[in-house]
């Protein structure tokens, strides 16, 4: 079988930083994926790491480590917009085909 | 460029009635994914098309779902009779192509309630 962990929700303040992990346990390991969904909205893509390592978009980080099994996405200086759902996906098997953890809901306060 | 497109965006209907799902993808996107996403939950994978052909319909509950996708292009999700736990928000995605790293683009979905 399959699974991922995260937690189910985080709550910091504007400004902040904030680390949400991803705990995976999967056959045929491709990759790992984060997705951002505010309320009433889609998934959007956020990051894709294949190899060990940290990889950084602008305000947003993702890291992977395959030995660990384990991923985290890392926001930084918080905005009240970055209010949303973050979820972790792992690609597995030849395909594109991801699977999905169950999200991490992020609240910014002011 | 105009992003996935889906319809209805909101659709409530009554237990055994039958209901379906429009997406049409990015254009050139030739891989179509449809998800369903439960209330607190992350999407889960039903179908993924490429081009025209199924290629992976495995966790689609095909006693009473069905998916087309003809000439490779738009798709459509049927549900036929609907029940109760069929409610929750139906995404379409799309991408380039099946590699591991093609970003998947979501629709906004189609939240169905089933009375």
């Known amino acids: 079988g399959q699974s991922l962990e995260q937690p189910s929700e985080v709550t910091a303040v504007e400004g902040a930083i904030v680390q949400i992990n991803c705990t995976y346990q999967?056959?045929?390991?491709?990759?790992l994926s984060w997705y951002q969904q505010h309320d009433g909205g889609a998934p959007t893509f956020l990051s894709y790491n294949a190899l060990d390592g940290l990889e950084e978009t602008g305000r947003f980080s993702s890291f992977l480590s395959r030995s660990d099994s384990y991923g985290y996405l890392l926001l930084q200086e918080l905005q009240m917009k970055d209010s949303a759902s973050y979820f972790c996906a792992v690609t597995r098997a030849a395909g594109n085909k991801l699977t999905f953890g169950g999200g991490t809901r992020v609240l910014v306060k002011p | 460029e105009a992003g996935v497109v889906q319809s209805p965006r909101y659709k409530i209907i009554e237990k055994k009635q039958p209901v379906a799902f429009w997406c049409n993808p990015i254009s050139g996107h030739n891989t179509l994914y449809w998800y369903r996403q439960n209330l607190g939950q992350g999407p889960e994978l039903l179908i993924r098309?490429?081009?025209?052909?199924?290629?992976?319909d495995s966790q689609l509950p095909k006693d009473r779902f069905s998916a087309e996708r003809l000439k490779g292009v738009d798709s459509t999700l049927k549900i036929q009779p609907a029940e109760l736990g069929d409610s929750a928000v139906y995404l379409c995605?799309?991408?380039?192509?099946?590699?591991?790293?093609?970003?998947?683009?979501f629709g906004p979905g189609t939240r169905l309630t089933v009375l």
């Open positions: 995605a799309s991408s380039v192509g099946l590699a591991e790293q093609d970003e998947q683009f």
């Open positions: 098309y490429e081009n025209e052909e199924a290629v992976d």
């Open positions: 999967t056959s045929g390991f491709y990759g």
